[in-house]
C-alpha cells in the first residue's frame, strides 16, 4: 500500500515530467550543439537541428500518439531546472520488453547522481505500472560514466556487438545491458531491509 501512495514520478533528486514541446525543442536544440553529449548518445553522424525542425520531430514522433513509446523529461527537485530527457522506446506489449534512453544535456549535472535517480524512478514505472518483463539497453564502450550508472540501477552486461562503433579513428564495442523483473524486485527487497535496518 505504501509504494501505492508514493508520487510514481518522482525519485530522491529529480523527477519526470512532460513539458511543452516549445521548450523541449530548444533544450535538445541547444544540448545537441554538445558534441561530446552528442557522440555518447548517439551512432548516428553528429548533426545540427534547429529549433523549429526539432519541434516538428518532437510533436510527430517523440510526444506523439506511438504506443511503442513512452517519454518523459528531468527535472531536479531542488530548483526545478530541465535538466535532461529520459524514455522508453522500441516497446514490444507481447513480450513485456522495451529499450530506455536518457540524456543528461546539461552537463554539469553529469556524475552527481541525477541519471541514476532518474533511471530509478523509470524502472519503477517500466516494472509497477507497465508491468513489463525487463528492460534493455544499448551504451558504447567509450561511455564508463553510463555504464556505471545503469549497473548501479541494477542492469547487468547481456553481451556486446564487437567493433561495432567508428569514433575517434578507432573502432568501438556496443555494450548490450538488461534488467529483469525479478531482479529489480530484489533490489527492492534489499533495499527496504537496508532502510529498515537504518532506521
Ligand atoms: C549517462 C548519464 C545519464 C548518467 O547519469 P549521471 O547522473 O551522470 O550518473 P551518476 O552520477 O548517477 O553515476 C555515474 C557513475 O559513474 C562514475 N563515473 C563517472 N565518470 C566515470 C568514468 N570516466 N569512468 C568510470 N566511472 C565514472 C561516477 O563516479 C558514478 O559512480 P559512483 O556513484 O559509483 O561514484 C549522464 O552522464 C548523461 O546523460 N551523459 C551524457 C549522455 C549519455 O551518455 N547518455 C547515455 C547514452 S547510452
Not at 19 to 28: G, S, T, Y
Amino acid at each position: 500500500m505504501e509504494t501505492m501512495n508514493k508520487n510514481l514520478f518522482h525519485g530522491e533528486l529529480v523527477r519526470l515530467t512532460l513539458e511543452d514541446a516549445d521548450r523541449v525543442a530548444a533544450a535538445f536544440s541547444r544540448w545537441g550543439q554538445d558534441m561530446e553529449y552528442a557522440r555518447l548518445l548517439d551512432s548516428g553522424p553528429v548533426r545540427l537541428f534547429s529549433s523549429s525542425i526539432m519541434r516538428q520531430w518532437i510533436e510527430k514522433e517523440y510526444l506523439g500518439d506511438n504506443p511503442g513509446m513512452v517519454n518523459f523529461f528531468i527535472r531536479t527537485l531542488a530548483d526545478d531546472r530541465l535538466i535532461g530527457f529520459i524514455g522508453l522506446g522500441g516497446i514490444h506489449w507481447n513480450h513485456g520488453d522495451a529499450f530506455v534512453g536518457i540524456g543528461i544535456g546539461e552537463r554539469e549535472y553529469w556524475g552527481k547522481g541525477y541519471g541514476t535517480d532518474a533511471m530509478r524512478v523509470l524502472l519503477r514505472f517500466a516494472f509497477e505500472e507497465l508491468n513489463l518483463h525487463r528492460v534493455s539497453l544499448t551504451v558504447f564502450e567509450y561511455n564508463p560514466r553510463a555504464i556505471r550508472s545503469y549497473e548501479k540501477a541494477g542492469f547487468a552486461v547481456e553481451g556486446r556487438v564487437r567493433e561495432f562503433v567508428h569514433r575517434g579513428g578507432r573502432r568501438w564495442d556496443m555494450i548490450c545491458m538488461g534488467i529483469l523483473r525479478r531482479e529489480w524486485e530484489q533490489m527492492q527487497r534489499v533495499s527496504a531491509v537496508t532502510q529498515q535496518e537504518a532506521a
